[in-house]
């Protein structure tokens, strides 16, 4: 564990200088993220003026929903944004020097670069979540928001998962250039409650592909009270989530061939 925080660290520090030799487009990437959610609020709040509930949501709800999902988001962008970069790998044959290293390759490929610039994106969802609780029929206890922070820790294990097992298939894949556009589908999904959907796709995206872990059930957390099933499930869905896309990860390094051949 202590040579993975000194991995972790390097990794850190050499993101961070790369970031500051451009500032003035760090600065402003990370102003575009943020205008980039006002331009959402003005589309939720134009929304809920012509409606008072959609599935049964409110606007303030509706807030924390979007909220927990760009926080998502903004996590795994944060810390896990070299993931997008494993399809251009093969490709290129950058990967063969990776899986060679002395270093575990799922960590090299996965948190090799830290991306400071979705800071922006980060602050915006947090002001959002607390505008939304700030204004909920209801006060949250501290059990809901103990809930809501584990229950956002285990949404950002799905969604990594998720995205992790997305990239990998560049292995086998190696002409795909777009995987990532199906996580960013994914993503897409979280970002409405899963109330809106029939029950059957509800169901489906709640137990089978658990997208409604994302953000649906970590908002329903201060939305409803915190639920200790649910809680319980999004854990196992993280953990289950993180150890499919390991053992995908292995699997398919086994019978990685090289660019060469």
Same mark, same amino acid.
């Given at each position: 564990?202590?040579?993975?925080w ?6 850190a520090?050499?993101?961070i ?40 949501w ?12 760009f ?14 970069e ?13 899986v ?18 979705q800071? %922006?994106?980060f +602050?915006?969802? #947090?002001?959002? *979540?607390?505008?939304? /609780?700030?204004?909920l !029929?209801?006060?949250?206890?501290v =059990? ?29 894949f ?9 996580g ?23 137990? %089978?592909?658990? +997208?409604a872990? #994302?953000?649906? *059930?970590?908002?329903? /957390?201060?939305?409803? !009270?915190?639920?200790l099933?649910? =809680? ?19 699997y ?8 060469s051949?």
């Amino acid at each position: 564990m202590r040579r993975f925080w000194r991995i972790y660290r390097e990794f850190a520090r050499s993101s961070i200088q790369r970031e500051l030799e451009f500032r003035a487009n760090f600065f402003a990437k990370i102003l575009r993220n943020m205008v980039w959610i006002v331009f959402f609020i003005v589309i939720l709040l134009v929304t809920y003026s012509h409606t008072e509930m959609v599935a049964g949501w409110n606007r303030h709800e509706a807030a924390i929903l979007a909220g927990s999902c760009f926080a998502v988001d903004a996590i795994i962008r944060t810390f896990a944004f070299s993931l997008m970069e494993i399809p251009q790998q093969v490709r290129m044959g950058t990967l063969d020097f990776v899986v060679t290293k002395p270093v575990d390759a799922q960590l090299w490929v996965s948190l090799r670069k830290v991306s400071l610039d979705q800071l %922006g994106q980060f +602050i915006a969802a #947090i002001i959002f *979540i607390g505008w939304g /609780a700030a204004n909920l !029929g209801r006060t949250p206890t501290v =059990l809901d928001w103990g809930a809501f922070g584990a229950l956002i820790l285990c949404a950002v294990g799905v969604f990594f998962g998720i995205m992790s097992c997305l990239m990998t298939l560049g292995i086998w894949f190696v002409r795909v250039d777009n995987l990532w556009v199906l996580g960013d589908t994914a993503f897409q999904v979280s970002r409405f409650p899963i109330d809106i959907f029939p029950v059957a796709l509800r169901r489906a995206l709640t137990y %089978g592909l658990p +997208i409604a872990f #994302i953000s649906t *059930i970590p908002a329903s /957390a201060l939305r409803t !009270g915190a639920s200790l099933p649910m =809680l319980g499930l999004g854990i196992l869905y993280a953990f289950l989530s993180l150890a499919i896309c390991r053992a995908f990860w292995v699997y398919s390094v086994r019978h990685y061939s090289s660019a060469s051949s």
